[in-house]
């Protein structure tokens, strides 16, 4: 069997290790930067449950539903809405929900994939 080879010596498809590689590696790239932006958005819901357990707090001692706002900045919730279902006696439950921005802001995946808001519920008893 003949192999063609080049002025060289060496046979013609050496230079196939490095095309495939190079061909590889935007895919592979796609993929990293499609973890990374779903981190962020696994650290902004852990951020939003943080901030619902604060406003819930907030309410529950405070008994003002607007509390829950005030709580909501304060405990880093840029952009955050609060809404509370709070029950007139004490002893009863109430519940906050948050709603928090989660812009996918990773080049490459974040044109690809729309803004998400990110929700969280939290019931605290109420104490006034």
């Not at 060496?10 to 590696?25: F, H, I, M, N």
């Not at 790239?29 to 357990?53: E, I, W």
């Not at 707090?57 to 279902?85: I, L, Q």
């Not at 109430?94 to 989660?102: G, N, Y």
């Amino acid at each position: 069997m003949t192999r063609w080879t080049s002025d060289r010596g060496r046979p013609r498809d050496a230079g196939q290790a490095t095309v495939e590689p190079a061909l590889a590696l935007p895919a592979v790239l796609l993929a990293l930067l499609s973890v990374v932006q779903s981190g962020l958005v696994v650290a902004d819901h852990v951020r939003t449950v943080h901030v619902a357990r604060e406003a819930a707090r907030a309410v529950a001692v405070d008994g003002r539903p607007e509390a829950a706002s005030a709580a909501v900045a304060s405990a880093g919730g840029v952009g955050c809405t609060a809404a509370v279902d709070r029950p007139t006696e004490a002893g009863a439950t109430l519940i906050v929900t948050v709603t928090c921005p989660s812009p996918t802001d990773v080049p490459l995946v974040g044109p690809l994939v729309p803004d998400l808001e990110v929700r969280s519920r939290a019931a605290m008893r109420v104490e006034r």
